[in-house]
Every structure is written in C-alpha cells, then in structure tokens.
C-alpha cells in the first residue's frame, strides 16, 4: 500500500559517481531513513528514485549533496516529483543504457588504507594478494572499455568471482559492492615472474622473487596499472648505469619510488603540501628537493637538485617496496620518445636486452597511461605531466557549448575533447616522433570520443603544417582549424583559470609555429581566447642548421653570437668544434631558421658559459642552467633594452648575449652568470608587462609555456609581479608545457564556431 502522505522524487545525479562506493552510499541513507525506491547507473550519471515521507526525503537529498564516498565528486543534481508506486523496499538495480553518455569515469586510484591493512594481514585471505582492491581504490580508466561502469565491460570481464567474492560484490553494505576488479587469491588475476627469456621461473611467491632480483642489482620489468615500469635498486650505481645503457637514457633524471612517507625525508626536503601530494589518491611523481641523495647512486638524477619521488601506489608495488631495497629507480618501461608498454608480449619483445626478468600478470591493460609528474611551486601543486590518477577527471569550464577535439602539439602530446562543461583530456601521449606514439595517439583519439559517445564538430591542430597531429586531422571527415601554438598556450591558461580576459600573456617556451613562419617561442601577447595581438618578441636570432642546434646548443651560441657581435669573439666552447663551417651557413643563409625562443636563448646561454654544449634530452641544457643558480637570483642583471618598431615591441637579445660574454671572459662563475640571467629576465618581463599595461590598461598577467617549469623563474617572476601589483593567472591542473596545449586549442574551437575568433594579429 502507499501511504497517502508519502510523496516520491526522483534524482539525476552526474558527475564522478560510478565505480567509487556511490550505490552503497545511497542504499545506506535511503535504508536508514526508512526510503523505499532504487538507485541505478544509467549511461547519463545515476538514477535514484525514493518514496517515503516528506521530512525523511528532504533529509535524502540533503546528505546526498553534503556526504559521500571519498572519490565520488557530484556534479549536478536534477530532482523531481514524480507520482508514487507500490514497493516494498529500497533496492539497486542493474545498470541501463542512456541515450549520451554524461558520467565521468574515475581515474586509477592509489591502493586505500583498508585495503593495505587487508594486504599486510596474515589473517586476511588477501594476504599478499597483488591485485587487492575496494570501491575506494583500484585501476579504472584503465581497465575500462565503455560505459556504464560495469565488469562486463572492464578488462576484468575474463574472472569469474569466487562465491566470497561474488557475496562481498553484491552487499550493499560490502566495502566491495560492485568494486568491479573485485578479486581475490582464489578466482583473480595472478602474478607471475618470467626470466628475460620469458620462460616461468618456479618461485612461491612472484613478487618477493622480483625483490631478490633487485637486492642483487638486477634490473626488473614490472607491469603495474597504466604500463610496465623498469625497477632497479637505487642505491646501487652499477645497476643504475646499466639501466641508463640499456635503456638508452644518458642523463635524463630517473624518478624513485619509496617505501614510504618517513623515508622519504632522508632523502629530500618534504613539506606538507607535498606530503600530502604523495599520500593522495592520485600518488603523482612529485619532484622535490633532494638533500644531497647521500646513500643512493649519483646517476640516479645527476646534475639536478629535485628527486622525482612516488611511494607505492598498486598493491604490487607495495608488497615490492616491502621485500626489495626502500628506495628503487621507477622508470616507465620504454625506449627514448616511446609510449610505455603495456602487454606482457609486447615487453618481453620490446625490453628483452633491457630486463633481467619480468613481473607480469594477467589483468590485460586496455589504455597506456604513465604516472603523472608534478611540483610544488608559489604554494600550489602543478601538473609538469598530468595522467594516471588524474586523467579523466575534467577540468571544468566557465561554460559549455559544441563537441570539439583538439589534437595538441608534437611534444608531450595530449588531446582534449570539450563536452558541455567538461574538458576531458587524455592522458599523456608523448613525443610524437615514432610509429608507436603514433598509434597510441590514435587510440587515445578513438577512446575520448567512443568513452564519452561524443562526435566532435570540429577538429582543432596546430599551426605547423609538418606535425603529425596536424596532418590526422586533416584526415578526419570533419571541418578543421589551424590555432597558433602560442595562442592557445594562453586560451589554456584563461580556460583552467576560468577567466575570460583580456590579459597580458607571457608565453614562454621552446619552439611553436609563428603565423609569419618563423619559430616563435618568447611572445607577450595581449588577448583573450578569441583572439590576440603580438604586443612584444624577443629578437629573432639565427638557428644553424634548424632542429640540430637544438640537440647541440654549441651551434645554437654559434648563431647568437653572429646575431649579436660584429666580430666574433673566441670562446672557450668552440674548442673542438667545426664553427667555421658553421659560421659559413651563417653568413650564407644556408639552414638557418629565425627563432624568438625563450628556450633557445637558455640553451645558447648554457653553451657560452661552458655548462653544455650538446643535449642528450629535451631542456636539459636549460635545466641545468637553473640548477647552477642553486635556488637564487641575486640583484644584478645584465644589459636588457626594448625597443619599439611600428607598433610592436622587441625585448632585444643581443645586448644580454655581448654581457654574458663579457661575464665569461672575466672569469665570472657559472653560479653568477646564472642567477644574473635569471635576474635579468624577470626584469625584463616586469618592464615589457608594464608596458602592455600602460597601453591596454590590463592588470591581469597569465604564464604558459614549457619555460615555465623552470621553478626559479616562475616563483621569483610570480612574486615580482604580485608586487608589483598585478593578478598574475598560471596553470596547476593541466601543465604549463604542451601538455596543456589542446585544451587551449579546444576552447579556441568553440570560439571559432561561435563566430568570435580572430586569431593572433
């Protein structure tokens, strides 16, 4: 019977609330409060329906907005009346399809606290299980196919549930109610060690077999949630160079993973906020400040004064951590520019002259996703590689609009679909230089729009007619636009930042194709998303020989000095090199490309001072240049002068190169030279922001770019413009690199079909 007070409401909620403990937590306070009805997931979010009195379903609603699991993030909710039926009670119902896919899947989540407790038991039956899970933890973008979030549809749809684990699934009030990996011992996935031939070696117990191998300096592939990592003791160098030859890896830093919080402070100065960043659900990379790395191996990150640190995030590193040397070497499995790889085939074709043996199993990862990398700068965390734990959690935009995609850059690649309020980024793709990285673009392309049933009405790329993002796109059936890179470096800044503008852009980075075609990359532009003017450059100066110089910045100082002198100087680092050819090509014209970097400039600085005068990774000459400064700029600066020419500004480059070789000649030390040129770009963008300022009356300052990673630059121009009194806007959700440059593009893809865009002037 219904009573004739009762009254019933139906609920649509959206937002993360599918695969993290949300149907348990509706079942309990609609139970509790005396409720009849259902909850189920639906394509578009959660249908919930209740009846029961009016006071106990006001009471409803409002725990539904105010509580919840810990991973569940409540978008919206849409509540109406509807008319009552007969039931007996309040139930979960089996997931129904939606006509659009509206819900937001939940990124892989670090291992929680009940779930360790269970782990380390030996009275638990998911004692030193590796693949231990709850509603609270566990892989999910990942392992997921399509939606709705059901195992079905999940790569764990191959294991059947054991009855213990088939009772705990379907108890509303199980900690592992419809945790959809639920496994156990008995009917799971199982992890297995293979010798580098691939062959089973016959060891009790696979993971504590990978720790010996690492306690003899062997080198271990272990496949882990998003891909396999290469692990090796870090404290032992031997094994850590072996790794670095193997892997092909000169002297990019390797990131570690530690056992846990109360060791990491042996090693590295850890504040809370980072404590905090390595204990989260995400459990990123997160680079902190080492304190000499006395007791583990030099080539672990040498030349750099930040530790890349991560503690355990997957049961399986965690029962690895336990046996094996507290501090390990966690690389992501793959050569230079490579994706991470995922099948255990795959690695034993592809890691088999890396590996000395392989930790696999069974679970089949159906998307790549690397761990992501973070830091702390000017009191925030900020994304430097923003994918597991992370992705696909949206970033929320100040308004919605058409379905769009943006392809992103050539370097550190992601993709962005814009559905409503929602920009869905992709995980990190990488260096888009290779067949595999092509293929995993691709992948990641059809997953964003087959994930989130979303056809986009336009295709956003990159301006450089080479890339291979821009030529995809120029092969999809649907209308496309070209942005220019450094524009939609400054629409991603506005767009995270949920600012319309206009502002003063500081955009700062290594490379981006200018609309003149030329290589732009230190640009103050003054704008909004729809559009902006190239208020001030840096003086164009010569690249000898195009990308070459950028992997041999002794060519790149080369050029700047014939830019910026009328008689060449001679300098300790052109020993050994064949300048005169190269200043052959100069003086010709012959393979020299025009480049405004602000990159390049760090490169051809390090070069002059003698730090380095060729590359083995991306920014490493600039990296190293930062480090030199050991965390301070001084006061001095050297000779900075801006002059105008038709309207546009030009922050001239020469006049700091003829200082810095002055400073050289003199006998002036690496440390000095860096913390002056540090100085002297702070103040030199301080003077050209006050001047957009005067002009446009704008007091709002965004930064974007690769350069910004450079942490002394950033803080120190951070607090000078706060001084100075400006709003300054920066990026913490997506990275300042490219990383973040489709979302830039996205957002100016909705403009253009708004009719709005005038691109950069």
Not at 90 to 96: E, N, R
Request: glycine share 10%; net charge negative.
């Amino acid at each position: 019977m219904v009573s004739g007070t009762e009254i019933r409401q139906r609920f649509r909620v959206n937002g993360i609330v599918q695969g993290v403990g949300f149907r348990p937590f509706v079942y309990r306070i609609a139970v509790a409060g005396g409720l009849k009805g259902f909850i189920r997931n639906t394509a578009s979010g959660v249908l919930i329906e209740v009846q029961g009195e009016s006071a106990s379903i006001d009471g409803f609603s409002r725990q539904l907005r105010t509580e919840g699991p810990p991973l569940s993030k409540i978008e919206t909710v849409d509540e109406t009346t509807v008319s009552c039926i007969h039931e007996e009670a309040f139930t979960i119902g089996a997931s129904g399809e939606g006509d659009e896919v509206e819900t937001l899947i939940p990124p892989d989540i670090a291992l929680c606290s009940d779930c360790r407790r269970e782990l380390l038991d030996p009275s638990n039956r998911r004692f030193r299980y590796p693949f231990i899970n709850c509603t609270n933890c566990g892989p999910r973008y990942t392992i997921v196919g399509r939606l709705p979030y059901d195992r079905p549809f999940t790569s764990m749809h191959g294991f059947t549930m054991c009855p213990e684990c088939e009772r705990e699934y379907h108890d509303p009030l199980d900690r592992r109610f419809h945790a959809q990996p639920n496994a156990c011992p008995v009917c799971g996935p199982e992890a297995i060690l293979l010798d580098a031939s691939g062959e089973k070696l016959d060891v009790p117990d696979a993971v504590a077999g990978a720790a010996a191998m690492l306690r003899e300096g062997k080198i271990v592939a272990l496949k882990g949630v998003g891909g396999f990592h290469l692990a090796v003791d870090a404290s032992n160098d031997e094994a850590v160079r072996l790794l670095r030859e193997r892997k092909g890896r000169e002297a990019k830093p390797f990131a570690v993973m530690v056992r846990d919080i109360g060791i990491v402070s042996r090693y590295c100065n850890c504040y809370p906020a980072e404590a905090a960043a390595l204990a989260s659900p995400e459990a990123p990379i997160v680079l902190l400040r080492n304190r000499g790395t006395e007791g583990l191996a030099p080539s672990v990150a040498p030349g750099n004064d930040r530790l890349g640190v991560m503690l355990p995030y997957s049961p399986l590193h965690l029962l690895l951590s336990v046996d094996a040397p507290e501090v390990l070497v966690m690389t992501s499995a793959n050569f230079s520019e490579e994706p991470i790889v995922t099948d255990n085939l795959e690695a034993l074709s592809r890691l088999g002259g890396v590996a000395d043996c392989f930790l696999v199993h069974n679970r089949p990862i159906w998307l790549k996703c690397d761990d992501s990398v973070t830091i702390e700068l000017s009191g925030k965390l900020r994304q430097l590689r923003r994918s597991r734990g992370y992705v696909p959690a949206p970033v929320f935009l100040h308004e919605g609009g058409p379905v769009v995609l943006a392809t992103g850059g050539e370097l550190k690649n992601t993709l962005t679909l814009l559905k409503g309020t929602h920009a869905l980024l992709s995980q990190h793709i990488g260096d888009m230089k290779n067949y595999e990285a092509w293929k995993h673009f691709e992948q990641a392309a059809e997953h964003l729009q087959h994930l989130f049933q979303a056809l986009p009405e336009l295709i956003v790329h990159d301006l450089h007619p080479g890339y291979m993002t821009t030529e995809w796109a120029l092969k999809q059936s649907v209308p496309v636009l070209g942005v220019q890179h450094h524009h939609a470096h400054l629409a991603s800044c506005l767009a995270e930042n949920r600012v319309d503008g206009p502002v003063i852009g500081l955009m700062l980075d290594g490379t981006g194709y200018g609309t003149d075609g030329t290589i732009w990359g230190g640009e103050v532009l003054v704008g909004d998303i729809a559009g902006a003017e190239r208020f001030a450059a840096f003086e164009p100066m010569p690249m000898p020989g195009g990308d070459i110089a950028v992997m041999q910045p002794w060519r790149l100082a080369l050029g700047y000095l014939f830019r910026s002198f009328s008689v060449m100087p001679e300098l300790p680092f052109m020993q050994g090199k064949p300048a005169g050819a190269v200043l052959e090509l100069l003086g010709k014209g012959i393979s020299v490309h025009e480049t405004s970097s602000c990159g390049r400039l760090f490169d051809a600085v390090a070069a002059l001072s003698g730090l380095r005068d060729e590359i083995s990774y991306e920014g490493q000459a600039a990296i190293e240049l930062m480090h030199a400064a050991k965390g301070e700029t001084g006061t001095g600066t050297f000779t900075h002068e801006l002059r105008e020419e038709g309207g546009r500004w030009t922050m001239l480059v020469s006049p700091i190169i003829r200082d810095v070789v002055r400073a050289v000649r003199q006998g002036s030390s690496l440390c000095e030279i860096s913390r002056m040129f540090h100085r002297t770009l702070v103040s030199l963008f301080i003077d050209i922001a006050g001047r957009a300022s005067e002009a446009s009356g704008i007091r709002t300052v965004a930064l974007s770019g690769g350069v910004f990673q450079n942490a002394l630059l950033f803080e120190t121009l951070v607090r000078d413009l706060e001084t100075a009194g400006y709003r300054v806007l920066a990026h913490s959700l997506v990275p300042s690199n490219d990383g973040g440059l489709s979302l830039g593009q996205a957002v100016i893809g909705r403009s253009y079909l708004a009719g709005k865009y005038k691109g950069i002037h």
